[in-house]
Every structure is written in C-alpha cells, then in structure tokens.
C-alpha cells in the first residue's frame, strides 16, 4: 500500500490501522508472479519465504504452461549503503527448489511452532543472523545458501531498471567467492 | 522397580548432558546452529529489556511486558536464552488485544510468545540508523493475536525526561511465506497494532 502516493522507499503511515503489509497470493489463471518491498527495518535481500512463496506459485497455478514463467521480485534498500537493488528470482529446477524449500521448512529445530508464520518467522530470525555474521554481504551469503542448490537463479536490475544481470559465485565452495554479474542482453 | 528407576535416571541425566553442550555466548549464533547446544546470555545483554513498559496519550494505550526466558528450547535442537514479550492494547476504550494470559502457558519454546528476541545488535543498522555506535538494540519478531501475521519488531533502550523509556518499531511483514494464501480466500485480517513505532515509559 502507497497511502500518500509519494512512491517513496520510506512509508509514511496512513490512518490509524491501516498497514503496510501485501498478501502474497497464489493459485488460479493468473498469477505468475508478485512484486514486494522488503522494508528499511528487513534484510535488503530476497528470504527464504520469497523462495517458499515462488515454490507455492509454481504448484498452485492452474495454468501449468505458465510455469515456465513464475517469478518474484524484491525491491530492497540497503540502510547502510543507501544502495537500492532490484531483484528477481526465477526457478530452474523445480525439484531442486521443491526438495529444499521442503528440507528448511520441515527441519526439526523449527518443528514446534504454533503457526506457520511464527515458523517462518524463526527462519527469518537465522537468516538475519547469518548476515551479520557474515558482514552484511547479502549477495554473496544469499547465493552462498540458496544460489547453487535451491534451483534457483538470482537477477539484478540495473541503475536505470532497463536491464538484467544474473547473479552468481565464482567458486561456491570457497569461503568467501566473487560475486559475479552477468548482463543479460 | 529399581532397576526401571535407574534407567529413568540414566534416560533423564544423558539427555541433560546432550541438552547443553556446548554452552555458547548468545551472540555467537550465527543462525547455524550446533546441535545440542545452548546459547547462554553470559554478559547478560538481554537484562537492560526486560519489564513492563506503558505507552499512553489518552485515546491509545499499550502495555508491553518482556521477561527473560531461560533456555528456551528450538525443539530440544538446540536451547538459547530469550526476551519473550506479551502485550494489551487498548484503543478509545476498547480492548483490541490483550495477550498477557499466555505467560500462563509456558512454552518450552519461547518463540511461540508474542515476542521472543535475542538478536542483539550494536550500532547503526537495520532497525536503528540514529544508534549511538555502541548502542544495543535487539532485532526479532513480533506475532499478532488477531491473525497469524508477523511484523519486525526492533527494541531500543531510551530516555524520556530522565525516565527509563523502551521504543519499539513495528513494522508488518508480507502475509503469505508462511501459510500458502490461495487467491479463493478471504483477506487476511488487519493486525491489531498499527504499524508504527512507540515510545514507552518503563513501570
């Protein structure tokens, strides 16, 4: 939501009650896609729940040609750097995403929460500590943890949003790759 | 009998050495976890936030009570010292929330509660870009009462007119990562905080 309509990063709250918040919805003819912002007080990088969520789009659509096309895309800024990225995630292996999307949600240590949003928020919560602890380099710790396994690809807009740079890691076994950027026209 | 005694003891005393080992420093998690360890507040970092704190200006008023839980357990995976929080909220004279009752319930996992924070954060970050360099601030989640939304909750230590004071920044999270939402459902309902920040005066 956009109450004042200034199209600003920063939300200016509207009435009392309402909230910034996008319900994420899957299934039917339609959708193949969404589009959100991670706020100032979230990780400037996609989540694991933006992983959950392009593997809920993918098994929820009924129109199965469209598969090929799901996507989701992230807004983000960073507050220390004052660098805003846009990202896009698409799927390239189903069953890679599938199998490990399934392997972090069913891990025992998250088993006993009451909902599954506590649950994801618990996933979150270590997802924000693996950052810090590892200097906020959120390029390179997020394809570090989902870039080779989760059957995933990792796009970056460009500064005048008029193209596409795959993301990926020099040497995913090393403890500290190369971010590498690959245009993508 | 004895020998069924015994054994209870065994059982008991072998899963208590696997429970807490190794004892770690809490900001020492990196969100890896080791196994059977326990995160442990050694410098008792999360001590500065624990009470209760009152928000108030006439027509809105919260309350907010945080306690420390010792070793909460991530279901017996690993153990870790928490803030855990519960809160009353009340609007124009109209209980909106009030989930104080569910300290009564004492969960093993102290992440069930409203609030259950121990990310400890030291300086301008995520959360706080006007942090003194120094500065602790605890970075976690809150879950609502109404729905079963989350929000970024942030806790920051203040002063008002040389009061002990809490602000704390909410701010709701997108609905849908956890729970699939299929587009034949109803909304989600609103939360029952606003999604702002308070300042609140420590009791």
Same mark, same amino acid.
């Given at each position: 939501m956009n109450f004042d309509a200034e199209l600003l990063y920063v939300a200016t709250p509207g009435a &009392?009650? &309402?909230?910034f918040s996008v319900i994420l919805k899957t299934g039917g003819n339609f959708i193949i896609g969404s589009m959100h912002n991670h706020s100032q007080d979230g990780e400037p990088i996609p989540s694991f729940g933006d992983l959950k969520w392009l593997r809920d789009c993918y098994v929820a659509t009924e129109r199965v040609e469209r598969r090929p096309l799901i996507f989701s895309m992230v807004v983000c800024n960073n507050q220390t750097t004052h660098v805003t990225n846009i990202y896009a995630l698409k799927i390239n292996d189903f069953d890679a995403l599938n199998t490990m999307v399934n392997s972090v949600w069913n891990n025992p240590k998250y088993a006993?929460?009451?909902?599954d949003e506590k649950k994801m928020k618990a996933i979150h919560k270590d997802e924000a500590k693996l950052y810090e602890a590892n200097n906020y380099e959120y390029q390179r710790v997020f394809l570090q943890k989902y870039g080779t396994t989760f059957g995933i690809d990792l796009f970056d807009g460009n500064t005048s949003y008029t193209n596409w740079s795959k993301l990926s890691i020099s040497n995913p076994t090393a403890p500290n790759p190369t971010v590498i950027s690959t245009p993508c026209n | 009998m004895k020998t069924l005694i015994k054994l209870i003891v065994l059982v008991l005393f072998t899963n208590n050495c696997i429970a807490q080992n190794p004892i770690l420093n809490?900001? @020492? @998690?990196?969100? @890896?976890q080791i196994q059977g360890a326990y995160y442990k507040d050694i410098q008792n970092l999360l001590d500065p936030f624990v009470g209760i704190y009152v928000y108030s200006n006439g027509t809105t008023y919260l309350k907010f009570e945080f306690r420390k839980k010792i070793m909460s357990s991530m279901n017996n995976y690993y153990f870790e010292d928490l803030i855990i929080g519960e809160y009353q909220y009340i609007k124009n004279g109209i209980t909106i929330a009030d989930t104080r009752n569910s300290f009564l319930e004492n969960y093993a996992n102290g992440g069930n509660h409203s609030v259950a924070n121990n990310f400890i954060n030291t300086g301008i970050g995520i959360g706080c870009q006007d942090c003194a360099p120094t500065e602790n601030y605890l970075r976690g989640g809150l879950s609502d009462c109404l729905s079963d939304r989350t929000a970024y909750f942030v806790m920051r230590k203040t002063t008002v007119n040389g009061q002990e004071a809490m602000k704390i920044g909410i701010t709701w999270r997108s609905d849908g990562m956890g729970r699939n939402r299929t587009v034949n459902e109803p909304p989600t309902p609103q939360p029952a905080l606003p999604n702002t920040e308070f300042i609140l005066i420590k009791q």
């Open positions: &009392d009650g &309402d909230n006993r929460y009451a909902t | 809490i900001t @020492d @998690d990196n969100g @890896d």
